[in-house]
Structures are given as C-alpha cells and as structure tokens.
C-alpha cells in the first residue's frame, strides 16, 4: 500500500509540474497527453505543425469552446485525438491521443490538409516584424520545404504572406486612425514640430504633413537650398511621399519636410509647397533644386515666385539622353563641366564639346531649359555644389 501511495504521488506531482509548463508558443518538438497550452489557437497551431512535420493528416471531429476532437484523415486508421478547456480558464489541455497513426499522405502533392494559408501565416508572422525584411512568396515555399518537408504552392504562400503582414503590423486601413494621436506624439516629444493633416469630405485621409522641430531650428545653419523629390509608396493603398532636404554645414543631408499625398499632381505639389512656405518662409538667396516634374514648375512658380528655381542637373542629363539618344562618357563630361563651369571661357570650351557631338543639345539646353536653371555661372543664386536632388532621394532608399 506504501509503494502504490507513492506511486501515485510521483504520477500526481509529475502532471502537475506538467500541466504549470503553460505552452505560449505553437512549434513544440512533442505532443503528447498532459500538455497545456495557453488557450484554443495556440493547441490547433501546434496539432497542425505536428501533423505537417511528421506527415500525419488528420480531420476535425468536433470543435467547440469546451473540446477539441481530431481523427485520422484515413477512415481505416484508427487514430483520435482529444483536447479540452481546462477548468475555468482559456487553457486547453491534452486528454487523450489513441493509436498511432497508420497511413501517410504524399506531402509532394503540396495538398496537406494541415498546410493551410492561415497556419503558414502564423508561422511566418516573426519574418515581418522589421518592416525593412522582404519576405518573398517563393523563399516561403522554400523555407516550408526546408522546415517541415511539405510543398506549397506559390499562390498559398502569397496569402499566408499578406495574412503574417496583416498579423505583424496590423491591418494597414487601421492605422490610419492613428495618425493624429503619432502627430500629438511628435510633437509634445519634438518641441516645435508642426503638422498638418487633411481629409477629404467623407473625413477619410488626403494629405499628411511634418516638420520636425529641430530641423525648423537648423534651417537657419544650412546653405539656402531646398531640395525636393517624390517617389512612389509601395503598399497596397499607393500614395507618394514628397521630401524637402537641405545640406548642413558640413555638408550633410539635413531633412527639413515630409509629406505623404495622392500623387504627384499640381494640388498635392503646391500645398506641399506652400507648407514649406509657412514652416521656413524665405532666405536672402534661397533656391529650390527638383527635377523638371511639371507639376512642380508649376507649384513654385505660384508659391515661390520670387526665388530661384534650380534644376536638377542629373535628370536633365537622362532627359538629353533620351530626346537625342546620344550618351557615351563624353556626353557626361561636356554636360557636367558646362554646368560646374564658373566663367564663360570654361563654359563656352563645354558647349562647344556639346555641339560636337549634337548641335540640338545646345538649342535645348539654352533656349527649352534656361542656361540660368542648370548652370552656375548664370544661375541667379548660388548653388554651391547641390547641382542634383541626390540629397532627396537619398532619404528615399530603404
């Protein structure tokens, strides 16, 4: 009677340390009877990871908020499978496994009933918690090959990718209800910082608009030069991002503006602008470096009439390029010694290397663009050495 007692004590004390191990995380190594896990999803996540790893399908007999019951896939195997709430809380334990499976599925086929779009998504969900990480569909199939032996096929994994994104930053049309509260933040933690946000007639987001404090108090330290760029936002609800930079003392990038709007048209461009405007107002000898985005043109021309506006040397070059279909390094070294050219001697020995290669090339450059929008020696303000937009579209890499 003494040894059964302690026997039974051993068994007791064994399933309850057991059973205080509460399982958080779905990939465990074993499922056996005894475990706990921290509530319904967590256990159907880990049966099913079992079940791809070890290639034992298996089909839902009863599912309910009180137990769980799984059978064999096979009708003439006689495994089952059974799980059930455990006391008063979320938790679920394992009560009863039967049997041992019999049969097996051709995991080639990439038709594993467990290998759903949702459980790969759970287990891929990690790999976009750095919104810098690239996670493509076909490195989730070859990572599910690697991981658990099972094929999937491209589209699947296309799903259980956009449902992990949705899993690890949340859904993308959520956050936009929290654009005011991140702007409230900014600035009670960024004195100074101003911001704007719009919205449309039925209240749903257009424009959005910051400047930080500290650049707002740096501008005063950086060369008179406002250079600004676009480029293409590349989730699923598009927009562009409209960038201001300038260059401080010592020649590094300074951020001054952001915004994020539609696109690049002559409203988002000029409101874009005149926010620039209210932030930074004018300097003695203040230019504005783009590239030749009409929209733009347009928008400084209405906002800044007053100041000059430069452009930028490298897309100007691409644009002869293209027009005169003529490149070659001798283009790019007429090009850029005409506009770094600081008298006209200089300027003219450029031009002239221009015109021998195309005589169009200076008709275009002079009279179409303006030898005062891409030159130093004519343009109207200094320029020192912000000849290009590089500035903003540095800020624009990922």
């Given at each position: 009677m003494a040894d059964y007692v302690i026997e039974q004590t051993q068994i007791s004390m064994e399933e309850s340390s057991e059973e205080n191990q509460i399982i958080l995380?779905?990939?465990?190594?074993?499922?056996?009877?005894?475990?706990?896990?921290?509530?319904?999803?967590?256990?159907?996540?880990?049966?099913?990871?079992?079940?791809?790893?070890?290639?034992?399908?298996?089909?839902?007999?009863?599912?309910?908020?009180?137990?769980?019951?799984?059978?064999?896939?096979?009708?003439?195997?006689?495994?089952t499978f059974l799980a059930s709430k455990h006391g008063k809380t979320d938790m679920f334990i394992i009560r009863k496994i039967e049997h041992t499976h019999t049969c097996s599925l051709d995991i080639t086929s990439g038709d594993h009933?467990?290998?759903?779009?949702?459980?790969?998504?759970?287990?891929?969900?990690?790999?976009?918690?750095?919104?810098?990480?690239?996670y493509t569909p076909t490195e989730i199939v070859d990572d599910m090959a690697d991981d658990y032996s099972v094929s999937i096929s491209y589209q699947k994994a296309w799903r259980a990718r956009e449902k992990a994104i949705v899993d690890a930053r949340r859904c993308p049309q959520e956050s936009y209800s929290e654009i005011p509260s991140i702007l409230y933040m900014m600035q009670i933690s960024n004195p100074g910082t101003i911001t704007d946000l719009v919205t449309d007639e039925d209240n749903k987001f257009k424009y959005l608009y910051f400047a930080v404090g500290?650049?707002?108090?740096?501008?005063?330290?950086?060369?008179?030069?406002?250079?600004?760029?676009?480029?293409?936002?590349?989730?699923?609800?598009?927009?562009?991002?409209?960038?201001?930079?300038?260059?401080?003392?010592?020649?590094?990038?300074?951020?001054?503006?952001?915004?994020?709007?539609d696109s690049e048209n002559d409203s988002s461009w000029e409101w874009f602008l005149h926010k620039i405007k209210e932030t930074y107002g004018e300097r003695e000898g203040q230019c504005i470096v783009s590239d030749r985005h009409e929209s733009i043109l347009k928008a400084v021309k209405e906002t800044f009439p007053d100041i000059m506006h430069g452009v930028c040397c490298y897309h100007l070059m691409k644009n002869i390029k293209m027009k005169f279909k003529k490149g070659g390094d001798e283009l790019k070294i007429?090009?850029?010694?005409?506009?770094?050219?600081?008298?006209?001697?200089?300027?003219?020995?450029?031009?002239?290397?221009?015109?021998?290669?195309?005589?169009?090339?200076?008709?275009?450059?002079?009279?179409?663009?303006?030898?005062?929008?891409?030159?130093?020696?004519?343009?109207?303000?200094?320029?020192?050495?912000?000849?290009?937009?590089?500035?903003?579209?540095?800020?624009?890499?990922?």
């Open positions: 995380n779905p990939q465990v190594a074993e499922i056996h009877i005894g475990q706990v896990f921290a509530n319904k999803e967590t256990l159907q996540q880990a049966v099913s990871l079992h079940s791809i790893r070890y290639n034992q399908p298996f089909k839902v007999k009863r599912s309910s908020k009180l137990d769980y019951k799984l059978v064999c896939i096979d009708d003439n195997c006689n495994w009933p467990q290998a759903t779009s949702n459980l790969v998504g759970k287990v891929i969900k990690n790999k976009f918690v750095n919104p810098k990480r690239d500290a650049s707002i108090k740096g501008w005063q330290h950086c060369t008179p030069i406002i250079v600004t760029d676009g480029t293409f936002l590349t989730n699923q609800h598009g927009g562009t991002l409209l960038i201001a930079s300038a260059q401080n003392a010592n020649r590094h990038i300074f951020p001054l503006a952001f915004a994020v709007v007429a090009f850029n010694s005409a506009s770094k050219a600081y008298n006209i001697e200089d300027f003219e020995k450029s031009m002239q290397d221009l015109d021998n290669i195309d005589v169009r090339i200076r008709d275009y450059l002079v009279n179409e663009i303006g030898v005062e929008k891409w030159t130093r020696l004519y343009g109207m303000n200094r320029r020192y050495k912000t000849m290009t937009s590089n500035i903003a579209e540095s800020l624009m890499q990922p």
